[in-house]
C-alpha cells in the first residue's frame, strides 16, 4: 500500500503563489501517474494536473497556464506550482497516485489519496 502525506497549503492574498508537495511511501513495484484534484466548497471532485511516468503534463483548461506539476521519481514525490492564485482556486487540493503492488499488474492499477490540504486565496 502507498501512504501519501502533502504540505504546502494556506491563505494567500490574489496573485500570491504557494506550492503543495506529496510524499509518497510505501513498499510497491513502482509509482506511476501522478495527480492533483481540488474540490470546492459545494462542488465536486476537480481534476487540476497529472504527470506521467515519462513527465508528460496535462492541466484542466481553467488553469490558463497558471500551475506547474513536476515529480521527483527518485524521492517518490509530486508537486504543484500555484502561481497568480485567484479566490476561485479557493479549495481543498488532494494528491492522488497510481501505482503498482507486483510486476504482474498493469500501470495504474492501484490507487492512493493523500489526506487533502486547504488552499485559501483571499485579501
Known amino acids: 500500500q502507498v501512504q501519501l502525506v502533502e504540505s504546502g497549503g494556506g491563505l494567500v492574498q490574489p496573485g500570491g503563489s504557494l506550492r503543495l508537495s506529496c510524499a509518497a511511501s510505501?513498499?510497491?513495484?513502482?509509482?506511476?501517474?501522478m495527480n492533483w484534484y481540488r474540490q470546492a466548497p459545494g462542488k465536486g471532485r476537480e481534476l487540476v494536473a497529472t504527470?506521467?511516468?515519462?513527465?508528460?503534463?496535462m492541466y484542466a483548461d481553467s488553469l490558463e497556464g497558471r500551475f506547474t506539476i513536476s515529480r521527483n521519481n527518485a524521492k517518490n514525490t509530486v508537486s504543484l506550482q500555484m502561481n497568480s492564485l485567484k479566490p476561485e482556486d479557493t479549495a481543498v487540493y488532494y494528491c492522488?497516485?497510481?501505482?503498482?503492488?507486483?510486476?504482474?499488474?498493469?500501470?495504474?492499477?492501484?490507487?492512493?489519496w493523500g489526506q487533502g490540504t486547504q488552499v485559501t486565496v483571499s485579501s
Open positions: 510505501g513498499r510497491v513495484f513502482s509509482i506511476d501517474t
Open positions: 504527470i506521467t511516468t515519462t513527465s508528460q503534463t
Open positions: 492522488n497516485v497510481k501505482y503498482r503492488a507486483s510486476i504482474w499488474e498493469p500501470q495504474d492499477q492501484r490507487s492512493a
